[in-house]
């Protein structure tokens, strides 16, 4: 089993930064994707972005694609989401997950382990 928790969340303004954390634990051998996902009131879940566990490819959704960047740390078995220039839109409630595979994916139900979630929340 993976344990997943996530941290960092606030409220913020629009045009300010936030950093998300993400702390894995327990059976970490085998986690090869960490992504992470968001979940806006009244919608789905939707992919965020996703890095390697080596850290050298990511992906990024079109709509977070220059302002947010995804980083790990592979002693602290640590993924981070940095956000900039955060906008109104990006409100929600923002999942840490793992995938125990070599590629890159961005559908959720390929993800097996997820954290509870922490609440961004963007004021115009």
């Known amino acids: 089993q993976v344990q997943l928790v996530e941290s960092g969340g606030g409220l913020v303004r629009a045009g300010d930064s936030l950093r998300l954390s993400c702390a894995a634990s327990g059976r970490t051998f085998g986690m090869y994707v960490m992504g992470w996902f968001r979940q806006a009131p009244g919608k789905e879940r939707e992919f965020v972005a996703a890095i390697s566990w080596s850290g050298r490819s990511t992906v990024y959704a079109d709509s977070v694609k220059g302002r947010f960047t995804i980083s790990g740390d592979n002693a602290k078995n640590t993924v981070y989401l940095q956000m900039d220039s955060l906008k109104p839109e990006d409100t929600a409630l923002y999942y840490c997950?793992?995938?125990?595979?070599?590629?890159?994916?961005?559908?959720?139900?390929?993800?097996?382990?997820w954290g509870q979630g922490t609440q961004v929340t963007v004021s115009s």
């Open positions: 997950a793992a995938d125990a595979n070599s590629n890159i994916r961005s559908n959720m139900r390929d993800y097996e382990y």
